[in-house]
């Protein structure tokens, strides 16, 4: 069942459902996974490496304010320098691939262009299905590329793909 699952009479009985689902799914964090993901980063980081991050609609909201937690966040933070580019923010470039080749392939194409074996890709996508992303994710396994995958829902195939998949029991958007 997915939430919203009936109506709503006013906006408090709203809100205060979606933070008991919203609490629910925070509980299903593994924190060992979550630190297996933060040594990929920082190993990358203190290589001189790139991260990249991508998503779909609302995760691509997410993959582009990665960019900056982690440009200012763990600069401010710590003494790493993160090098880090969503590959969801350029829209010129998504739209001429989606255009003139295949959305499937909007994150695949650049990646080819900016990725080096030792970078690291996040992938964010509740589904982990996204066609786009698991093309991304493949690629990025095939060319040396770290994989981390952020997932709701089942997993999906990127979840598979991962070297780290970050899971949030959640059956929501």
């Known amino acids: 069942m997915t939430f919203p699952d009936n109506k709503f009479s006013n906006a408090g009985s709203y809100a205060r459902a979606y ?16 630190q297996q993901a933060a040594d990929i980063l920082t190993k990358v980081y203190r290589d001189g490496g790139m991260v990249y991050s991508c998503g779909n609609g609302g995760s691509a909201a997410i993959a582009n304010h990665l ?8 600069q401010t933070d710590t003494q ?12 010129e ?5 989606g255009n003139d080749i295949s959305y499937d392939e909007i994150f695949l194409y650049q990646l080819r262009s900016l990725a080096r074996p030792g970078d690291a890709l996040i992938t964010i996508s509740s589904s982990g299905d996204s066609e786009n992303i698991v093309r991304a994710a493949k690629w990025a396994k095939e060319n040396g590329l770290s994989v981390i995958s952020m997932t709701g829902f089942s997993g999906g195939r990127s979840a598979k793909i991962a070297d780290v998949n970050l899971h949030v029991t959640a059956d929501n958007y």
């Open 19 to 34: 933070f008991e689902k919203f609490q629910d799914a925070v509980e299903t964090i593994d924190w060992e996974k979550l």
């Open 67 to 74: 960019v900056c937690d982690h440009c200012k966040l763990v």
């Open 80 to 91: 790493l320098t993160p090098r880090v580019v969503s590959l969801s923010a350029t829209v």
């Open 93 to 97: 470039i998504i739209t001429a691939i």
